[in-house]
């Protein structure tokens, strides 16, 4: 009896010792495990699944997301026979195909089974299944767990994934579709514009405006377009700062069909592109871009245009080189306008019958600098230079014609044509920027007027080339050289023949209007340094006072007196420009206004 | 848990003793399947009882909290939330889980030997769970 008590006794007392050792580890594991682990990965118990650096993981399994794959979704095999234990898990992919992931690590001696014995692999989803949805997610998401849920940060990181660059191409593709729907015409890009015009240079060729047409943007426009009021080129061709101008304008287009939101739109644009360039010289070829276009009836320009215009307007502070400038249209605008030029020079260099052409004249500064210009297509390929001749309006160009005949005109009258003064215009020929080189000679030269209308018809070639590099003081620097030049010529000039002066006194009204206008330009450019010998040496009288049509001889003779006293009596008075008071002056205003509109008469 | 004493003999024996193999007995083909299979249980005991690492698997172990055996665990502490577990949490939870199953089985292992069986049948596990309850000094 002893027995069974001791052996009750021995089982008491193992089941004891047992249960001490139980209460010993559970102590150990209390210890163990009774601080934060801050660090922790959270296991997301819906999907059984947890962040890693290396991506996505199963608990208790392998990777099975690295990086920014598809999304899986992993449901639980709730209990599917024989395998319920088995750590089969049935995965979802995004595509909805099914598959079957083996979670256990590599060691387990339970390896997961394909599928439970009887289920079809290729089902989607036994029905016993049950599914987490995958709107249980955003509800993880809701505690304040900072593990990445499944599917949300796989969503994210598939996000995270695309690039600039990927975006960059499917914006302009957008941009682009958006463009085709809306009239092309309205962005007022310089790309654009250079581009466009070339096409519709053909119909606008069609329309020659006359000389005394001074404003071209209604004479360009085409033939169809040409019975559209002319009022309002003009009142379009002013200070066309504001793009309110534009929308006014545009909207009495019959052809257009520019929207305001869309102008409201590029106004943006534009004024963004004021901001960097300079305004007039952007607005009024936009103008006669706009005018100019037939959105229904021209061809606009294809896809890569619009790309092109897109990636300029992106990124507007980037020189965008014209891809495509038809050689010939250019090349016959310039050969257009200077045939033009050198008739109308030749007319009146040769009027008076003694004054050498032109061409004998090598250094002269206006068919120089006029030539310069009118070759720079062939070296500004690369530049947005050229296009200064593209959309000039018929109008500037006539007057940038005049301004250079008169120059013309000077160099001739004063006996220029040195040497010296060939190698800045044959160099400007020559290099690559001669364009700009041109125009900051023009600007040098005119740069002490504050004839605003001069300026607007020479600065679109400026203003659209590539923004200056120069400093200033360069072109200051080289009026001050020309300048210098061309006193030493006059003098000589004047000493040697100072007879030759007169005969300029017997000329019609074209050409005493322009000396008289000359005269004008003399004094203003040449300041106060040379103003004496100028005026002192130069016999301006019989040109001076050439008022009329007529020109009197009285009346050239009776001012060619009282110049000359004043000239003999003051010099310092004569340097001096001519006051409105003047005789002299006042009959200059009384010029015609298609002539010197564009040259104010200073007080 | 540290390495176990034995406390009991290593493996039950099912019947005497096996004759020498001096004498070679009729099923001696039988018996040394059965020695090799008892040997490798053997290995198996000695091998799991030098052993600390979890026994259950991990993925197995935490489907007890999924949604497909109805959130037990996790309802049952997070009150209806879905809540994110720290792997420790769970890594915690099987330890403490293993340990006192190995402590149950232990326990019905010497009922089952105080019987003189040496397979272990539920009802050693219900007599264990019975003596080994909290109400019976379990905590």
Redesign the interface.
């Given at each position: 009896m002893e027995g069974p008590g001791l052996?009750e006794d021995a089982?008491l007392q193992?089941?004891r010792?047992?249960?001490r050792?139980?209460q010993r580890?559970?102590q150990q594991?209390i210890e163990?495990?009774n601080h934060p682990?801050e660090d922790?990965?959270?296991?997301?118990?819906?999907t059984?699944t947890?962040q890693t650096p290396q991506g996505l993981k199963?608990?208790?399994?392998k990777l099975i997301k690295e990086g920014s794959e598809g999304l899986i979704q992993v449901f639980?095999?709730?209990?599917c026979g024989p395998s319920a234990?088995?750590?089969g898990v049935l995965v979802l992919t995004r595509t909805g195909c099914c598959g079957h992931v083996s979670?256990?690590?590599p060691g387990?001696p339970?390896e997961s089974t394909p599928f439970p014995r009887g289920q079809d692999p290729s089902c989607p989803c036994p029905a016993h299944l049950?599914t987490?949805p995958r709107n249980?997610s955003p509800?993880?998401l809701g505690?304040s767990?900072s593990?990445c849920v499944s599917s949300r940060t796989l969503e994210a990181d598939d996000i995270c994934d695309v690039t600039i660059s990927d975006l960059y191409a499917g914006m302009l593709h957008s941009m682009s579709q958006l463009l085709s729907r809306k009239p092309s015409g309205i962005i007022s890009t310089k790309t654009f514009i250079v581009q466009s015009w070339s096409s519709r240079r053909r119909h606008v060729r069609r329309v020659r405006a006359p000389m005394s047409q001074p404003h071209g943007a209604g004479a360009r426009r085409s033939g169809r377009e040409r019975p559209a009021p002319c009022s309002e080129p003009r009142r379009e061709m002013g200070p066309l700062r504001d793009c309110e101008n534009l929308v006014h304008v545009t909207r009495h287009k019959p052809g257009l069909k520019l929207d305001k939101a869309s102008l409201a739109g590029d106004k943006a644009q534009m004024l963004k592109l004021d901001s960097g360039c300079q305004e007039l010289q952007v607005t009024p070829r936009k103008h006669s871009s706009l005018t100019s276009l037939d959105l229904d009836r021209v061809h606009r320009p294809d896809q890569e245009n619009r790309l092109m215009m897109l990636k300029w307007l992106i990124s507007p502070v980037k020189i965008v080189s014209r891809p495509r400038m038809p050689p010939i249209q250019s090349g016959n605008r310039y050969r257009e306008i200077e045939v033009r030029f050198n008739k109308l020079h030749q007319e009146f260099c040769l009027s008076p019958g003694k004054r050498s052409c032109p061409d004998g004249l090598p250094g002269s500064w206006a068919m120089d600098l006029y030539r310069g210009g009118s070759v720079s297509p062939g070296g500004l390929r690369g530049l947005e230079t050229h296009r200064w001749s593209l959309p000039f309006s018929k109008a500037k160009a006539k007057r940038l014609r005049e301004a250079f005949e008169n120059l013309g005109r000077i160099s001739v009258e004063g006996g220029r044509g040195t040497p010296e003064g060939q190698p800045s215009p044959s160099h400007l020929k020559d290099s690559p920027s001669h364009s700009r080189g041109r125009s900051w000679q023009t600007s040098g030269l005119f740069q002490e007027h504050n004839s605003g209308t001069f300026r607007k018809a020479l600065s679109p070639s400026q203003t659209i080339s590539v923004p200056r590099i120069e400093p200033l003081g360069c072109g200051r620097n080289r009026y001050n050289e020309i300048k210098e030049k061309f006193d030493q010529l006059h003098q000589k000039y004047c000493q040697t023949s100072p007879q030759r002066a007169k005969a300029p006194a017997h000329l019609g009204m074209p050409s005493g209007k322009a000396s008289a206008e000359v005269q004008l330009q003399t004094q203003e450019l040449f300041g106060k340094s040379h103003r004496n010998c100028l005026f002192q040496k130069w016999p301006p009288s019989p040109q001076w006072h050439v008022c009329g049509p007529q020109g009197s001889p009285a009346a050239e003779a009776h001012p060619s007196a009282r110049s000359a006293h004043a000239a003999g009596r003051d010099p310092q008075f004569l340097a001096k420009r001519r006051r409105l008071s003047d005789p002299q002056v006042s009959a200059c205003s009384c010029l015609s206004p298609a002539g010197v509109s564009w040259w104010p008469c200073l007080p | 848990m540290g390495p176990r004493r034995r406390s009991q003999p290593e493996a039950p024996r099912r019947g005497p003793a096996s004759p020498p193999p001096s004498t070679p007995r009729r099923g001696a083909s039988l018996g040394s399947p059965s020695q090799r299979r008892r040997n490798v249980w053997l290995k198996q005991v000695k091998m799991l009882q030098k052993s600390t690492d979890l026994l259950i698997r991990k993925r197995s172990f935490s489907r007890l909290g999924t949604p497909s055996s109805g959130r037990e665990i996790c309802m049952k502490f997070t009150r209806g939330m879905d809540f994110n577990w720290q792997a420790q949490t769970l890594l915690a939870l099987q330890e403490a889980a293993e340990a006192y199953l190995v402590h149950l089985f232990e326990d019905a292992y010497l009922l089952s030997l105080r019987v003189g069986r040496g397979t272990l049948f539920p009802m050693d596990v219900q007599l264990a769970r019975r003596i080994c309850s909290i109400e019976e000094g379990l905590g």
């Open positions: 052996e089982l193992k089941l010792n047992s249960r050792r139980f580890r559970m594991l163990k495990y682990f922790d990965p959270l296991v997301d118990l819906a059984l947890y199963i608990w208790g399994g639980n095999v709730s209990a234990l088995r750590g979670t256990e690590s387990d339970a049950a987490a249980d509800s993880l505690t767990s593990s | -």
